[in-house]
């Protein structure tokens, strides 16, 4: 069956530290999106990308970095610049960029915390 | 700007009761409307989608929700609940912003099922 895999579903980050989630479809999607979920706040839109080697800042983009290099394949880098990371990310997908009425495909998500 | 409302941040009903939860959205043009279901550490699973036409929509596990364009409201309905129903539901919005489909989410209304 096709869908998005995230990984880890648990990650640690000490103070300082880069780390990279990773985000994989195979559904064919072309577009791919990044949001961060905390308690009460609903998800907020960190990075999309209509196409490779293609993105594009949402929301709350500071401190977080993006790259594009393969259609299937979306990592979130969350930089020592981010200095709240603790919070459940979520990647998703859709078809057709662009076409408003198409829903995104969600994966499980990731949940980083701080050590 | 678009925007969602989900007045009610917890709700509590009895298994087998019936169950509303509200919605109200704003956006300048025909909405794209979605509902999801989050269970606790997973990913968004999409419940059901208005595009256009008939107002009252059918989605998977039972649910349906009507499209009151004059209330701008978008309200998940089930005629009897069960105990695995119980999890985080989203409405959300989607719509094209500076080019590309931007969905905005509700801030989740959490379902708890008591026997």
């Known amino acids: 069956d096709g869908g998005i895999t995230q990984s880890p579903k648990y990650l640690f980050r000490k103070e300082g530290q880069n780390v990279t989630l990773s985000c994989e479809q195979n559904?064919?999607?072309?577009?791919m999106y990044w949001y961060r979920q905390d308690p009460g706040q609903g998800l907020r839109l960190i990075y999309y990308?209509?196409?490779?080697?293609?993105?594009q800042k949402g929301d709350i983009a500071e401190g977080y970095s993006v790259s594009r290099e393969k259609k299937e394949s979306f990592p979130l880098t969350v930089t020592s610049a981010q200095k709240n990371p603790t919070a459940f990310y979520l990647c998703?997908?859709?078809?057709?960029?662009?076409?408003?009425?198409?829903?995104?495909?969600f994966g499980d998500g990731t949940r980083l915390s701080i050590l | 700007a678009q925007s969602v409302t989900q007045p009610d941040i917890h709700i509590t009903v009895s298994e087998g009761a019936s169950l509303e939860l509200r919605c109200n959205y704003s956006y300048g043009a025909t909405p794209y409307l979605f509902w999801y279901v989050q269970s606790p550490g997973q990913g968004l699973q999409l419940l059901l989608k208005?595009?256009?036409?008939?107002?009252l929509v059918q989605g998977i596990k039972g649910f349906e929700a009507e499209f009151k364009r004059s209330q701008s409201s978008f309200n998940l309905r089930k005629p009897s609940v069960h105990w695995s129903d119980a999890a985080e539901y989203f409405c959300?919005?989607?719509?094209?912003?500076?080019?590309?489909?931007?969905?905005?989410f509700g801030i989740g209304t959490k379902l708890q099922v008591i026997p």
């Open positions: 208005y595009f256009s036409g008939d107002t």
């Open positions: 559904l064919n999607h072309d577009a």
């Open positions: 990308s209509q196409i490779v080697n293609d993105f």
């Open positions: 998703a997908s859709s078809t057709r960029q662009g076409v408003s009425n198409q829903p995104q495909h």
């Open positions: 959300a919005v989607g719509g094209i912003t500076g080019g590309y489909q931007k969905v905005t």
